[in-house]
């Protein structure tokens, strides 16, 4: 079992399915309005927290075990199928009380259909835990890469043809029907219907999943308030706008930091009991998604209007203003990430329950405080409290592995310095080009301007990162011997 094998498998999914979401979002925004994101994204809170009570914290248990037996796999996966139907019929019947909590009749149907995933999910569910264990990414790389391309196209021929918000429901529908029947055919195991009503086996894994269910319980209340406050005081407009700035500044969270927290979390399980082992990867992996997201995200602190009214368009200008300084927040969070690998391969799901209890803490006051202001200040004052949450994490996560937070700071501080000088210097050349009508041209700005930038950032950590050489060396070293 090999981290760098997953992380390269996981990594060709990734960035194949990050393609498809920028092509989605430049494609799709042309067709669909700000309030149908609006409600999409009011739809996805629900959404979300409804696979919250579905998974119930057991897939990752089928990874973390070092044992596992038979019987409690089965157990799995028939409490998924049950949770699956239930959490559906919540949502089927509250949406009409959802709806008229947002003023928004259309919110029921879109609920309605969208939660049909819950059930057709539920059958695929313990398959990818599996695959995950076995660290079989090569083949789930290629599940998604292909639901990726067949959700894609049904979202964009249905937005062409003026559905508007249903374009984005389909589109999760159609990779969930996908996703399920490539999985079942990719990865079989035993289903013993006659012990679909045996439940008991669960209990050896319910410590671990109890604890991380709850934590997720509560993360998700902390991540998602923002969008139900903004939603409900805000408007759906700032809600949409707001909405769009977030998901472009989860991208590489989604497409980078996902990656390596969800390939470390088989490889470290298994060397759950050597600390410096997984001190190893975990610092190795810190530096690796610090390298490809800190300059990513410094650039968009000062171009991130120019990057969205280029490429989106001028209606979305104040999305622009608040990716500024969300990308802030990527910065600490892209680092945060890994934390989760870290606790569960420990199996410490009750330490990172208390500590997730403090961070939603944290958030929820600062959300409160934020709809008072309008939806820029609400960014600033989110990017306060994520970076408080951030340092209480890294600090608590090298904690249980012997570990310093000041080594985290180490390995990150180069890359950081190289991005913000890099900075510097695009920004005053970007002013002295600017009286040349060629640079004036949006387009040609922003890709120049992230071309030097890219070449600047580069060219300083080929020269003086030393963990850059000895990333790059091992690399090398590795390849020369498979």
């Given amino acids: 079992m090999n981290l760098l094998k997953n992380v390269k498998w996981a990594s060709v999914s990734q960035i194949f399915k990050v393609i498809v979401q920028i092509a989605n979002l430049v494609i799709l925004t042309r067709f669909i309005k700000p309030d149908d994101y609006g409600l999409m994204a009011i739809s996805m809170v629900f959404i979300n927290f409804g696979l919250l009570l579905k998974d119930q914290g057991l897939s990752k248990a089928i990874i973390q075990k070092l044992e596992l037996k038979a019987e409690v796999v089965n157990a799995i996966f028939w409490c998924g199928i049950y949770t699956s139907i239930l959490v559906y019929l919540i949502i089927f019947l509250s949406a009409d009380f959802i709806a008229g909590f947002y003023e928004s009749e259309e919110l029921t149907h879109i609920l309605r259909m969208i939660a049909l995933i819950f059930p057709i999910g ?13 660290s079989k990414f090569k083949i789930i790389a290629f599940v998604e890469l292909t639901c990726s391309i067949v959700s894609f196209i049904v979202a964009i021929i249905l937005a062409y043809l003026g559905y508007g918000v249903y374009a984005l429901v389909f589109q999760a529908i159609s990779y969930s029907v996908m996703n399920t029947f490539l999985l079942i ?198 990017v306060v409290t994520t970076v408080i949450n951030s340092i209480l994490v890294i600090y608590f996560t090298t904690l249980i592995i012997d570990s310093s937070i000041f080594k985290v700071f180490s390995r990150v501080k180069g890359i950081l310095a190289y991005s913000l000088v890099s900075l510097i210097i695009v920004v005053n050349l970007s002013r002295f080009l600017d009286e040349y009508a060629i640079f004036q041209n949006g387009i040609v700005n922003i890709l120049l301007n992230s071309f030097i930038y890219a070449c600047l950032y580069l060219s300083m950590i080929a020269v003086l990162s030393s963990h850059a050489k000895l990333a790059i060396n091992n690399l090398i070293h590795r390849n020369s011997n498979s």
């Fill in 122 to 134: 539920a059958f695929s569910s313990v398959h990818v835990a599996l695959l995950e264990r076995e």
């Fill in 185 to 382: 055919f990719s990865k079989r195991f035993s289903i013993s219907i006659s012990g679909s009503l045996k439940l008991a086996p669960i209990k050896e894994v319910l410590s671990f999943s109890v604890n991380l269910f709850l934590f997720n319980i509560i993360n998700f209340f902390s991540r998602n308030l923002d969008n139900i406050l903004i939603g409900r005081f805000l408007g759906v407009i700032s809600l949409g706008t707001y909405n769009l700035a977030y998901r472009i500044m989860q991208f590489p969270l989604q497409s980078i930091t996902f990656v390596f927290s969800r390939a470390l979390l088989p490889v470290a399980s298994k060397a759950q009991n050597d600390n410096k082992n997984i001190e190893r990867m975990y610092l190795n992996s810190v530096f690796s998604i610090a390298f490809l997201v800190f300059p990513l995200m410094i650039f968009l602190t000062n171009f991130g209007v120019e990057t969205v009214t280029v490429f989106i368009g001028e209606e979305w200008k104040v999305t622009g203003e608040i990716l500024e300084w969300l990308a802030i927040c990527s910065c600490f969070q892209c680092i945060n990430s890994l934390s989760g690998s870290i606790f569960m391969a420990k199996d410490k799901t009750k330490f990172l329950l208390r500590l997730g209890s403090a961070g939603a803490c944290i958030h929820i006051t600062g959300f409160i405080i934020g709809v008072n202001f309008d939806i820029v200040s609400f960014s600033k004052i989110y």
